[in-house]
């Protein structure tokens, strides 16, 4: 072996001695390196949580003063079995009630007699609301102040005002009231058509007494609807924790503006994640109507229509993917009518946005003032056609479902609407005819003979009527002898009930 041939080897262990240095060093500077760069990874999402819960107490802290404690009190005639159902419960009852009642083996045997006597008693309702001007005007939920003799809103500051209502809306759960201050603290109104799902929201309130309760979650879904809470649903979806008392408190975005109100919850038992607030959208449009004009009017098309399903659509001979509504019936005299609209017309744009879902059809419609001009593109025979009306005002409840008058509701003393096979599974009554106790007047003569909300009448003077518009006639048939014996079904039980008429 040469020289040369040494000085190789020689140079390959070196550089074997050399790579192995190389490689070892650089092991122990990784090893030294990582944990610091994971401990700095680590505060910097420490850092952005405190800054997220900076950002959330720095909202909290701007909103809070405007959010009220509200307390309503409403006199009313006190029934052994309840069947209004409310979205946070019953408002006017005792919060804790649901988890300490007893149960019916533990109740007083006198509890489950017959219908008895109604006796009329004060009761209070918590709930929230939320100041949105400087001069005393509150958002809040209707059901929290329907029909109240007092309201009572209470700010941080521990000062307290009667509030006068405004004005309420039943059909989409909206209520204003007034207090007399000048220089309030008030919330600022997001657009909450473009809340986005996902994005982060606060929910303030009164939960179960506890007064300016925050909690945080994010934007669950949008355009709820189908739990019969009210007539117009497109309820906000959020998981932020809202319980008993939630009712009519402000849902905050980021930028500490209302994009909702809280109204409703699933489950009896409190929260469970899943929550529903009135798009603050909505309820503007409501508010303004209420404020300047103490009702609300919305716009009417007037037809019966249908969500356009794949199997629908291809019965009509389009495309299954196509989305739109499908048009049933078209009311005599309407302006669809008037517009030349016919039955299997399918409506696939309205005001230049396309229609999806026909609950939010019929809530776009309704958001418009009657007289406002709208244009929609249909599909007839497979053909687009553009049509053109002037929307009128929407008929009340009664008048498109053959309920009672308002005149005669005053007079028995409660309303009454057709049983729908809905209605029948809900209080029992499959296989039964007559019309359902909608509401029943707090001293009037029908509550304190037994009816209430839930009730069926199907019979009036030995008549069975079957539908609202039956039960009218045999109302006013029976004006001529000034009174009318109506057989009454409640629950279990089966009575007659008297009542007085003014005679014609």
Do not use: C
Request: proline share 5%.
């Amino acid at each position: 072996m040469n020289w040369r041939s040494k000085m190789q080897i020689v140079n390959f262990k070196q550089n074997k001695n050399r790579s192995r240095y190389i490689v070892i060093s650089t092991l122990l500077i990784l090893l030294f390196i990582s944990p610091l760069s994971v401990f700095a990874q680590d505060q910097d999402s420490i850092a952005a949580l405190k800054q997220m819960g900076k950002a959330f107490a720095t909202i909290a802290e701007k909103t809070s003063p405007a959010v009220v404690a509200l307390r309503a009190e409403r006199i009313v005639t006190q029934q052994r079995q309840s069947t209004r159902e409310w979205p946070f419960g019953e408002p006017f009852s005792d919060p804790f009630e649901f988890f300490f009642r007893r149960s019916p083996r533990q109740r007083d045997p006198r509890e489950q007699r017959a219908p008895q006597q109604p006796r009329r008693e004060s009761r209070t309702a918590q709930g929230s609301g939320f100041i949105i001007s400087p001069d005393g005007y509150i958002l809040t939920n209707n059901h929290m102040v329907e029909e109240a003799s007092k309201v009572e809103v209470e700010l941080t500051d521990g000062r307290k005002f009667t509030a006068k209502i405004i004005g309420t809306d039943p059909d989409s759960d909206v209520a204003v009231v007034k207090v007399d201050a000048e220089n309030l603290p008030y919330l600022e109104l997001a657009d909450s058509d473009s809340l986005q799902v996902g994005e982060w929201v606060l929910a303030i309130g009164n939960p179960l007494g506890l007064s300016h309760t925050v909690t945080a979650g994010i934007v669950s879904a949008k355009g709820r609807s189908g739990f019969g809470l009210a007539n117009f649903e497109n309820f906000i979806q959020t998981d932020a924790a809202i319980n008993f008392g939630n009712s009519g408190g402000p849902l905050i975005n980021l930028d500490a503006e209302v994009v909702g109100i809280n109204t409703a919850i699933v489950g009896a038992g409190g929260n469970i994640g899943i929550g529903f607030a009135i798009p603050i959208n909505m309820a503007k449009n409501i508010y303004e109507q209420l404020v300047q004009n103490g009702t609300v009017s919305r716009g009417y098309i007037g037809i019966k229509f249908e969500e356009l399903t794949p199997e629908l659509a291809s019965g009509l001979g389009l495309n299954e993917d196509t989305r739109g509504i499908s048009v049933v019936e078209v009311m005599e005299d309407s302006p669809a009518d008037k517009a030349g609209l016919k039955r299997y017309d399918v409506i696939i744009e309205f005001e230049g946005k396309p229609v999806g879902k026909s609950n939010e059809f019929r809530n776009r419609v309704a958001m418009l003032n009657p007289g406002t001009k709208v244009q929609m593109l249909i599909l007839r025979n497979k053909r687009r056609k553009k049509i053109t009306l002037n929307l009128a005002t929407l008929p009340s409840t009664a008048e498109l479902t053959g309920a009672l008058p308002q005149e005669t509701q005053k007079e028995l003393g409660f309303s009454v609407e057709d049983l729908t096979d809905e209605l029948a599974g809900r209080y029992g009554y499959k296989d039964l005819s007559g019309v359902i106790v909608t509401s029943v007047d707090d001293g009037s003569q029908a509550a304190e003979k037994g009816i209430a909300p839930g009730a069926l009448i199907m019979e009036v003077n030995q008549q069975k009527v079957k539908n609202a518009a039956e039960f009218n006639e045999a109302i006013k048939a029976a004006k001529k002898e000034g009174a009318a014996l109506l057989f009454v079904k409640r629950g279990r039980y089966t009575f007659f009930v008297p009542l007085k008429l003014p005679k014609e």
